[in-house]
């Protein structure tokens, strides 16, 4: 037995690797605030994370008005489009049916987005606009069919009049199936119009008509982000000007706000998607809204009259920019703006007569060089004439380093912008040797938003090892919080049969969503962000990859919380002990909340079958006297939460 024990006890003394590991944070020293919109979220729809994502419509090209107006659907039958005396203006295209009474029926199929999740005993709600031609009733037979051809839910629509009429109609799924479609069949003899052939679960985020996905707006709203960046990315941009994502297109009635190609349909000709589309069904009205209800400052990015300088040189002269300028002003009426004033209205007539209280606003996304700057320049001068109080957010190009950066940041210092937007995708390894990378950053300039990045693997899987690098990196800008003000990984979501990047902090298919080990890290940060930082220190210096450790540590006055963030990218465990300087008395056996994110295998990926394979666990541990002692496993990332008596 004796034996046994010695054996057991070298075991465990080898398991530890190198000497004793110290570090101290000191109470006492409380350094910067933390913003409290520091960790965000950024939306693009790229990845069909809008169309077929977020957005719950399930009908894909629901108004015909893709360049071939039948994609995603299958017309049997007599089926023409048509666009003479349309229902809506913007979307003029529709079908026309024309059932001889020979057929068994006319009709349409359509394919959704990688086809239509179901689930049994789920509601539906379908609709559409339709007319009769002449006049008199006709009967439609809706069904919700299954990847067997069986048809799991049906109903009936009587079409009547020679008027353009919405019908609507709900319906239920008998079971559940990943793979369904929507087919609806003409069995009147007679001709019919119809259009905007509309399928929505019944149940939404917080069942809203034309709403969101509830489980994928669950996943952020879990997430506590404190600022929503959207709608892009490249798409703010256009390949083309002509195709840029243009915001007043995206607010009014549904029906008639017009289609957009989306860029990325055909970016990666190794991930080719002709039938990706924008129907700013998910628009900025939708996006405001979102923000509101997961708690999130809202941060649009607006056009800067630069198409995407990547795919083109096409710019508007900087003398004809007043109608870019006036998009810019006229986003800020629209979310803040009195009910009396234009744009204000519209967001009323809406349903938000209340101001969204936008704060930021960003111009333009991944611009660079002298082009990009001299259009920042009036627009500027017109925001901040009119809206001095909204904070600015300039760009420092697509990369961290490099030539547009070293150009542009000194421009942004001298243009005196609020915050500059920096974008890295990089290495795991890049991640971790770039953790100190804003300890020496001038603090005397704008702020720092890290509006787009992520670890990228060589596999470029959301894997552990990029989540674990993003985690030591991201105690870089905790520790820099009085200079980083704002950080957003990207992208956000990503549908498993659509993908055209990768990374992807939330994956998803029809029906069930998967939230990475990224997203996870993401989440530990949100919740636990705190509201000052306090320095934590080994042997004095800020710890930041010796040993492959990684630390920082923030005091949440709310909570009276110290919560020390710890990672170890190392291959080998660590027992570190974590002194407390400054304490009022002692914490001995005090409770410490430890969430530990951890897997033996450093490519773990969480997947549609296997979600759960690396996620956060809760446990605790007993404080010593004045500190504790964190047995901190190899490719981990830990949060230690310990309760603080305040001074009497
Ligand atoms: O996040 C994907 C893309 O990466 C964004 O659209 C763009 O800003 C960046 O290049």
Redesign the pocket.
């Known amino acids: 037995m004796k034996k046994l024990v010695i054996v057991l006890l070298l075991g465990i003394s080898c398991f530890y690797a190198g000497s004793q590991i110290a570090f101290e944070v000191d109470l006492q020293k409380s350094g910067a605030e933390i913003q409290p919109d520091m960790y965000g979220v950024f939306f693009?729809d790229?990845n069909f994370g809008a169309d077929g994502g977020l957005y719950a419509e399930l009908i894909k090209n629901r108004s015909f008005e893709f360049d071939q107006p039948f994609v995603g659907w299958t017309p049997f039958g007599d089926v023409s489009v048509k666009s003479e005396n349309p229902c809506f203006e913007r979307n003029p295209h529709y079908v026309q049916m024309n059932e001889s009474g020979l057929r068994r029926g006319t009709g349409l199929e359509n394919e959704g987005f990688r086809r239509i999740g179901f689930k049994q005993n789920a509601g539906y709600n379908f609709s559409f606009y339709g007319r009769s031609n002449d006049g008199g009733e006709k009967k439609f037979r809706i069904e919700l069919v299954n990847s067997q051809e069986e048809i799991i839910g049906k109903t009936d629509i009587l079409v009547q009049g020679k008027e353009w009429k919405k019908y609507s109609v709900s319906l239920k799924a008998g079971v559940t199936d990943a793979k369904g479609k929507l087919r609806l069949v003409l069995e009147t003899p007679g001709i019919v119009d119809i259009d905007h052939i509309s399928l929505f679960p019944a149940e939404t985020w917080k069942n809203r008509e034309n709403g969101l996905r509830k489980d994928l707006l669950e996943a952020l709203y879990d997430l506590n982000p404190g600022v929503f960046r959207f709608p892009?990315?490249?798409?703010i941009e256009g390949n083309t000007l002509e195709t840029r994502y243009q915001w007043k297109n995206s607010v009014g009635p549904v029906e008639n706000r017009p289609l957009n190609e989306n860029r990325w349909n055909y970016t990666f000709k190794h991930r080719f998607f002709p039938d990706y589309y924008q129907t700013y069904g998910l628009g900025f009205y939708e996006f405001f809204l979102l923000s509101e209800d997961i708690g999130a400052e809202p941060l649009p990015v607006v056009s800067c009259g630069l198409a995407c300088q990547y795919e083109s040189t096409e710019c508007v002269a900087v003398g004809d920019l007043q109608p870019y300028i006036d998009d810019a002003l006229d986003l800020i009426e629209f979310a803040n703006g009195p009910v009396d004033s234009k744009w204000g209205k519209i967001r009323a007539e809406m349903g938000h007569p209340e101001p969204f209280n936008l704060k930021y606003i960003a111009i333009g996304?991944?611009q660079w060089g002298e082009s990009y700057v001299e259009r920042l320049v009036p627009f500027m001068e017109a925001l901040r004439k009119k809206y001095p109080e909204i904070k600015i957010i300039g760009t420092a190009g697509?990369a961290p380093d490099g030539e547009h950066f070293n150009y542009l940041w000194p421009k942004m210092k001298e243009l005196k912008v609020d915050l500059v937007d920096e974008?890295y995708y990089r290495s795991p390894e890049w991640f971790l040797e770039n953790a100190e990378r804003y300890d020496s950053y001038d603090r005397n300039g704008p702020k720092v938003f890290a509006g787009?990045y992520a670890a990228h693997h060589r596999s470029r899987n959301n894997n552990a090892v990029s989540a674990i690098s993003e985690a030591a990196f991201m105690t870089g800008l905790e520790r820099n919080a009085d200079i980083v003000h704002l950080a957003t990984y990207?992208?956000l979501f990503a549908h498993v049969d659509a993908w055209q990047?990768k990374p992807d902090m939330i994956w998803f298919d029809n029906l069930s969503v998967v939230r990475t080990p990224n997203y996870y890290v993401q989440q530990m940060y949100a919740q636990n962000a705190g509201t000052h930082v306090l320095p934590i220190k080994q042997e004095g210096k800020n710890i930041a990859g010796k040993d492959g450790l990684y630390a920082s540590s923030v005091m949440d006055d709310a909570t009276s919380e110290l919560i020390v963030k710890v990672v170890n990218s190392s291959t080998e465990a660590k027992k570190i002990n974590i002194s407390i300087k400054g304490l009022q008395q002692s914490v001995h056996n005090q409770r410490i909340a430890v969430i530990e994110l951890h897997t033996l295998v450093p490519e773990a990926v969480n997947t549609i079958d296997n979600p759960n394979n690396v996620v956060p666990v809760h446990s605790f541990i007993l404080a010593e006297e004045a500190g504790f002692t964190l047995e901190a496993q190899a490719n981990a990332f830990y949060v230690c939460k310990l309760k603080i008596q305040k001074e009497k």
């Open positions: 693009e790229i892009g990315g490249c798409i996304n991944e697509p974008h787009e990207a992208p990047w």
